[in-house]
């Protein structure tokens, strides 16, 4: 079975960058397929971007291009979100996800259990 | 961009009763809709893709249906514990990837 384990709380101030993490514990960490996905306080969740840390491949959501950036260490099955020029609206959980794979990619059947970013002043 | 509508914004059945959730698509995504369930303080939990496929573990009172922009989601014989809010998503191996807003199930 899959569990991901994710970074603590953070708090930053605007105009920083916040750094995320997500282990993974069973799977095949390096042919599978990470998302990072946040939910604002009353929102819906947004997709963000992934990684196929196998092939060090990433597909970024339009809306964070340029300030985000997902990586992995595959020595440790961790999979990072940088995300830069944080504002205020970046207060959000944010969570990894492993995908299924071929005909069901983007599909999210394994979550962790969230990271709470806040940002302020 | 795919913007995904769901509706109502909140469901109010009593127990034992069909709970009916719509999700529109503004463009057609064929089958690729999955649906999700998010208790508080938890991450959401896959119940449905494929438009009608359930996940391991989904009680088979959940069913899914719909193709091309319209989808719905069906809870039969709705338990205290369906209590939550509902997504769908529009899911694909390129971006994008979208998430509706939601439908909170309340239980009378």
């Known amino acids: 079975q899959v569990r991901l384990e994710q970074s603590g709380a953070e708090v930053k101030k605007p105009g920083s960058s916040v750094k995320v993490s997500c282990t993974a514990f069973?799977?095949?960490?390096?042919?599978?397929?990470f998302s990072w996905v946040r939910q604002a306080p009353g929102q819906g969740p947004e997709w963000m971007g992934r990684i196929i840390p196998i092939l060090g491949e990433t597909d970024y959501a339009q809306r964070f291009q340029g300030r985000i950036t997902v990586t992995a260490d595959k020595s440790t099955s961790t999979v990072f979100l940088d995300l830069a020029r944080l504002t205020i609206e970046d207060s959000a959980i944010y969570y990894c996800s492993r995908e299924y794979t071929g005909s069901y990619a983007g599909v999210l059947p394994y979550w962790g259990p969230g990271s709470l970013v806040t940002v302020s002043s | 961009e795919i913007v995904m509508t769901q509706s109502p914004a909140t469901l109010s059945v009593s127990p034992g009763e069909r709970g009916t959730l719509s999700c529109r698509a503004s463009?057609?995504?064929?089958?690729?809709l999955a649906w999700y369930q998010q208790k508080p303080g938890q991450a959401p939990r896959l119940l449905i893709y494929g438009a009608l496929t359930r996940a391991d573990g989904t009680p088979d009172r959940f069913s899914g249906s719909g193709s091309g922009t319209d989808f719905t989601l069906t809870i039969s014989n709705l338990q205290s514990d369906d209590s939550a809010i509902y997504f769908c998503q529009y899911y694909n191996k390129r971006p994008p990837i979208a998430f509706g807003q939601g439908t909170r199930l309340e239980i009378k």
């Open positions: 463009q057609s995504i064929r089958t690729n």
């Open positions: 069973g799977g095949s960490f390096n042919s599978d397929t």
